[in-house]
Each structure stands twice: as structure tokens, then as C-alpha cells.
């Protein structure tokens, strides 16, 4: 049975930083894609960031580029995701998603995972 469990995420001043984990077991991480999705209080679920199973290609949305890292460390089937310059309109839960795939390709739409987490909150405050 796959699972991804998120976990750091918390309340934060702005400008501030926090990191992110997605820890997976019951799948062969490094055959997966993974990617980052947000969901705030009455909007849809937004792309974060995503990486490729093995780490060399990494993609990000547009209002956290710059400030966000994703990354992975496949010995330990965990992502990661460096939040720095936290804003409040970053405040939402967080997920993490894995795809199977047997290339180095990325996903950026929420119907290309077929894995969920059940999510980790960040609060932002001003």
C-alpha cells in the first residue's frame, strides 16, 4: 500500500522559512515522480513544484519561483521542499504526489498523480 506522509509544516512570520518532507514507503521511490500542490482556504488546488525520479529536472509555478526548492533524496524515499521569502498568500496546505513513470518526465496538473498525501498546513502571517 503506498502512502505519503507530509510533514513541517506550521505557522511562520513572513519572510521567514520552512522546510517541507514527503516521506513514501509501500512504493520503488525512485521510479516515481513527485510534486508539491497547494490548496487554500476556497480555491483550487495550485502546482507548486515538481521533480523527476531521479533528480536532475526539477519544475516550479510561477508565484514561487525563485523562492522555493524542491529536491530528493532517494535512499531515504523522501522530497523535500525549501520554502524561503514566506508570504501570506503562501499560507495553505500543502500535498505531496508520486506518479510511476519510466522516464524522466514531470507532471504539473493534480489528475497526473495517482498517489496523494494527506497534507501539511503552513500559515504565513504578516
Known amino acids: 500500500q503506498v502512502q505519503l506522509v507530509e510533514s513541517g509544516g506550521g505557522l511562520v512570520q513572513a519572510g521567514g522559512s520552512l522546510r517541507l518532507s514527503c516521506a513514501a514507503s509501500?512504493?520503488?521511490?525512485?521510479?516515481?515522480?513527485v510534486g508539491w500542490f497547494r490548496q487554500a482556504p476556497g480555491k483550487g488546488r495550485e502546482f507548486v513544484a515538481t521533480i523527476t525520479r531521479n533528480g536532475d529536472l526539477t519544475y516550479y509555478g510561477d508565484s514561487v519561483k525563485g523562492r522555493f526548492t524542491i529536491s530528493r533524496d532517494n535512499a531515504k524515499n523522501t522530497v523535500y521542499l525549501q520554502m524561503n521569502s514566506l508570504k501570506p498568500e503562501d499560507t495553505a496546505v500543502y500535498y505531496c504526489?508520486?506518479?510511476?513513470?519510466?522516464?524522466?518526465?514531470?507532471?504539473?496538473?493534480?489528475?497526473?498523480?495517482?498517489?496523494w498525501g494527506q497534507g501539511t498546513q503552513v500559515t504565513v502571517s504578516s
Open positions: 509501500g512504493l520503488t521511490f525512485s521510479s516515481y515522480c
Open positions: 504526489a508520486a506518479r510511476f513513470t519510466t522516464n524522466q518526465a514531470f507532471f504539473t496538473t493534480t489528475g497526473s498523480y495517482s498517489h
